[in-house]
């Protein structure tokens, strides 16, 4: 999934940017309406849902540096969140801003690593 990152005093790369739904590209399974993202600017996370937040479980990815979160039962990935984003960008963001989190359709778990909120 690419995305544009929040951007100016509301995180790196200029002016801020109204909060709206972004979406998938090549054949992703969202579309822009049921993709939502938010900037929290007090703890310099991004949060990104596909559809309505709901409970999930979150399960940290060390390869990509952020937590996926799953349904419970599918473990269907129903979004992400990237803490201490302004770093994460800085190492994974494109030089135009963008940067692109590319997460399977399913998600393969270890029950001892994922989390239940």
Same mark, same amino acid.
Do not use: Q
């Given at each position: 999934?690419?995305?544009?990152?929040? &951007?100016?005093?509301?995180?790196?790369?200029?002016? /801020?940017?109204?909060?709206?739904? @972004? =979406?998938?590209? @090549? =054949?992703? %399974?969202?579309?822009?309406?049921? %993709?939502? &993202?938010?900037?929290?600017?007090?703890?310099? *996370?991004?949060?990104? #849902?596909?559809?309505?937040?709901? *409970?999930? $479980?979150?399960?940290?990815?060390?390869?990509?540096? $952020?937590?996926?979160?799953?349904?419970?039962? %599918?473990? /269907?990935?129903?979004?992400? #969140?990237?803490?201490?984003?302004?770093?994460?960008? #800085?190492?994974? =963001?494109?030089?135009?801003?963008?940067?692109?989190?590319? $997460?399977?359709? &399913?998600?393969?778990?270890?029950?001892? %690593? /994922?989390? @239940?909120?």
């Amino acid at each position: 999934m690419a995305t544009n990152p929040p &951007t100016g005093e509301h995180g790196p790369g200029g002016p /801020a940017e109204p909060p709206g739904p @972004a =979406g998938a590209e @090549a =054949g992703g %399974t969202h579309t822009p309406a049921d %993709t939502f &993202t938010r900037y929290d600017e007090d703890k310099d *996370a991004y949060h990104c #849902s596909y559809g309505p937040p709901t *409970a999930a $479980l979150a399960v940290w990815d060390p390869e990509r540096e $952020l937590i996926v979160r799953l349904d419970r039962n %599918t473990h /269907a990935v129903v979004g992400f #969140s990237i803490p201490n984003f302004t770093h994460w960008h #800085s190492t994974h =963001g494109g030089e135009d801003g963008t940067f692109e989190v590319d $997460l399977p359709p &399913t998600y393969p778990i270890d029950p001892d %690593t /994922a989390s @239940a909120p």
